[in-house]
T-cell receptor, first 115, second 109 residues
Framework: EAGVTQFPSHSVIEKGQTVTLRCDPI?????LYWYRRVMGKEIKFLLH????????ESGMPNNRFLAERTGGTYSTLKVQPAELEDSGVYFC?????????????FGQGTRLTVV | GDSVTQMEGPVTLSEEAFLTINCTYT??????LFWYVQYPGEGLQLLLK?????DKGSNKGFEATYRKETTSFHLEKGSVQVSDSAVYFC????????FGAGTTVTVRA
């Protein structure tokens, strides 16, 4: 069974450009999460989808970030326009259920560099 | 809000040395606690977890005990190998994961 897949693995863009990150969760997982690790600091929660609905988007830093999950399958995270401080590693995770004991399965991450 | 503080690295060890990475947490509820590991070139993987006080999680020779009285979940391994070189993240789950900053561990032969 395929794990969580993220595309691209690396992206280098100029400040002011747009970048779209994609995440394909494990098939059948209704829950999809985005996280971000900036400058070697802690990994921070961005948002949580249940199927196609945003359950919790409290971690989204500002309105330059837009996440979608059309049809409840894959998800995209668009950054427009990108700023230098957006550089970091963006992780996607999925799980079959929610709750305190639920194991989330993570992708390899997308390393975004804004220059 | 919930938060996790873990020992800063990097940590460099020789093979067969003892490894401990300290982790403390702040939470309003009773979260589950996790250690995730990221090996070079790979994604985050769950290493072990504990869901309530005094539980001990273990996997691949690593252990961590959920200590409610000290709000800690320290990771230990008695004899590390080169293959244990990775970044280790402590995390708590109170319906969404809160991570520490990660500790980079390098084990030299």
């Amino acid at each position: 069974e395929a794990g969580v897949t993220q595309f691209p693995s690396h992206s280098v863009i100029e400040k002011g450009q747009t970048v779209t990150l994609r995440c394909d969760p494990i098939s059948g997982h209704d829950n999809l999460y985005w996280y971000r690790r900036v400058m070697g600091k802690e990994i921070k929660f961005l948002l949580h989808f249940v199927k196609e609905s945003k359950q919790d988007e409290s971690g989204m830093p500002n309105n330059r970030f837009l996440a979608e999950r059309t049809g409840g399958t894959y998800s995209t995270l668009k950054v427009q326009p990108a700023e230098l401080e957006d550089s970091g590693v963006y992780f996607c995770a999925s799980s079959s259920t929610t709750g305190r004991d639920t194991e989330a399965f993570f992708g390899q991450g997308t390393r975004l560099t804004v220059v | 809000g919930d938060s996790v503080t873990q020992m800063e690295g990097p940590v460099t060890l020789s093979e067969e040395a003892f490894l401990t990475i300290n982790c403390t947490y702040t939470a309003t509820g009773y979260p589950s606690l996790f250690w995730y590991v990221q090996y070079p070139g790979e994604g985050l993987q769950l290493l072990l977890k504990a869901t309530k006080a005094d539980d001990k999680g273990s996997n691949k020779g690593f252990e961590a005990t959920y200590r409610k009285e000290t709000t800690s979940f320290h990771l230990e391994k008695g004899s590390v190998q080169v293959s244990d070189s990775a970044v280790y993240f402590c995390a708590l789950d109170d319906y969404k994961l809160s991570f520490g900053a990660g500790t980079t561990v390098t084990v030299r032969a």
